[in-house]
């Protein structure tokens, strides 16, 4: 699960990282009465960010042609008209694609007086199956730009999970990033606490880009999380049920958002023939075969290893929303979950959306000729198929030869 910059603010405030003062607001009047707070406190500049789940905010134009979702402003008439220029209208980045995104929400706060940008994150190496802190003194640049072409300046700490991030692996890496004196004690405790975050929300990434040196009213310099992001697993949100609350669906796919309501894993995808399987990998496969063979998948779409028939039926209702589908290529291997009852399903969703395209069904595995045979004898124009080769050859032909 995804969630905007301002909630991954609220969960650094809670583990102590240190943020520019801020809050959401989702009218114009809201975003005034936030800046004139924010002014009053002596602060000369006010940032208007737009809240959308995609990167590259800054740098996006509105569909409306106001050009950037991130803006500084010097007095409380430029916030007000930034914000009319953002709320409710479309922003597209490199991220969103052309479709862009709705801007609803803001987040208002104080500006920075910025002396040097760094960049932070920590995310599970999969390779040495522990979390790993990354940091970097290009903050500001897409990590896999500096990867690409400076892989040096990349940092990298390996933490053991068994006892979490030390103290003076924190203290390391800020070295290693060229600070010094009471820096290296304020870039450790923020380290430390972005450590927390990550483990105890159970996220998948946590990434500050940029992380930055701010200089305040008295002179002094801070270490600032200046942006946020937060990717949860999840697997886990049912442990955090705050964090759950969190979830934006005006951010998803209404289609995901559907599926999610009957434990279904779907992301659409570009193509027209759809896939509906039993297992990620197997998914992965038949998505593969589907390309190989002259296709483009539509989707992917795992119902699990113990689906339902009502399941199946949800996942066939989801699929045919998708105005793009042209053809739906079924490829189940019966494991815990029986072909007999696939097919059950199938039948009861053919039947329910009144199915009028190509539809080619693979079964094996448990109670395969159950399942064959409850097809055979349906009476549907259903295709058969042995293998997943000629299940992916049957449906490209098929939907083919219906345009």
Same mark, same amino acid.
């Given at each position: ?5 301002y909630?991954?603010?609220e969960?650094f405030?809670?583990?102590?990282v ?12 809201e ?5 004139q707070? @924010?002014?009053?406190? $002596?602060t000369?500049?006010?940032?208007v960010?737009?809240?959308?789940h995609?990167?590259?905010?800054g740098?996006g134009?509105?569909?409306?042609g106001?050009?950037g979702?991130?803006q500084?402003?010097?007095?409380i008439?430029d ?8 709320l ?8 969103t694609?052309?479709?862009g995104r ?17 960049y ?9 199956s522990v979390p ?7 903050g %500001?640049m897409?990590i ?5 072409r ?10 053991d ?15 290693r990033?060229g600070?010094? %004196?009471d820096l290296v004690?304020?870039a450790a405790?923020l380290?430390?606490?972005?450590y927390?975050?990550f483990?105890e929300?159970?996220?998948?990434l946590v990434? @500050? ?5 701010a200089?305040?009213a008295?002179?002094?310099?801070q270490?600032?999380a200046l942006?946020?992001k ?5 697997n ?9 609350e969190?979830?934006?669906?005006m ?5 995901e958002?559907?599926?999610s ?11 027209n023939?759809a896939c ?6 197997l998914a992965?496969?038949?998505?593969d075969i589907?390309q190989?063979f002259g %296709?483009s ?6 119902? $699990?290893?113990?689906a339902t028939?009502?399941?199946v ?7 045919l929303a ?11 291997? %019966?494991?815990?979950m029986k072909?007999d009852?696939i097919a059950? $399903?199938?039948?009861?969703?053919a039947k ?11 079964l094996?595995g ?7 045979e ?5 009476g549907?124009? @259903?295709?058969?198929a ?5 299940a992916?050859q ?7 030869g219906?345009k």
């Amino acid at each position: 699960m995804n969630i905007h910059e301002y909630q991954a603010k609220e969960l650094f405030r809670r583990h102590g990282v240190p943020v520019p003062r801020g809050s959401m607001a989702s009218t114009v009047d809201e975003v005034v009465t936030i800046a004139q707070g @924010i002014f009053k406190e $002596g602060t000369p500049l006010v940032v208007v960010k737009s809240q959308i789940h995609a990167g590259g905010r800054g740098k996006g134009t509105f569909k409306e042609g106001f050009k950037g979702g991130v803006q500084l402003c010097k007095s409380i008439e430029d916030v007000k008209r930034c914000a009319e220029q953002m709320l409710g209208k479309t922003l597209v980045t490199k991220q969103t694609g052309p479709d862009g995104r709705m801007v609803r929400k803001l987040l208002i706060e104080a500006g920075s007086k910025i002396k040097k940008e760094f960049y932070l994150s920590i995310l599970l190496d999969r390779q040495l199956s522990v979390p790993v802190m990354m940091a970097s003194t290009e903050g %500001g640049m897409d990590i896999e730009e500096v990867a690409e072409r400076t892989p040096e300046k990349i940092l990298k700490q390996p933490i053991d999970p068994a006892v979490g991030m030390m103290p003076y692996q924190a203290r390391n890496l800020a070295s290693r990033l060229g600070l010094n %004196g009471d820096l290296v004690a304020q870039a450790a405790k923020l380290m430390l606490g972005v450590y927390k975050v990550f483990w105890e929300c159970d996220a998948s990434l946590v990434e @500050i880009n940029p992380l930055i040196l701010a200089e305040t009213a008295d002179g002094s310099t801070q270490v600032v999380a200046l942006d946020g992001k937060i990717n949860l697993d999840d697997n886990a949100l049912y442990r955090h049920k705050d964090i759950q609350e969190m979830r934006d669906l005006m951010e998803e796919a209404e289609l995901e958002v559907e599926a999610s309501k009957f434990n279904l894993n779907y992301i659409k995808l570009d193509g027209n023939i759809a896939c509906m399987v039993n297992g990620a990998g197997l998914a992965m496969s038949t998505m593969d075969i589907i390309q190989h063979f002259g %296709g483009s998948p539509a989707n992917f779409l795992d119902v $699990g290893g113990g689906a339902t028939k009502e399941q199946v039926a949800a996942a066939f209702r989801i699929i045919l929303a998708d105005p793009h589908v042209k053809g739906i290529l079924v490829n189940i291997f %019966g494991g815990i979950m029986k072909c007999d009852i696939i097919a059950e $399903g199938i039948l009861s969703a053919a039947k329910d959306v009144n199915l009028n395209i190509p539809l080619v069904v693979r079964l094996e595995g448990t109670n395969v000729k159950l399942g064959q045979e409850i097809i055979q004898k349906s009476g549907l124009a @259903i295709i058969a198929a042995d293998s997943l080769s000629d299940a992916a050859q049957k449906i490209v032909a098929a939907v083919k030869g219906a345009k």
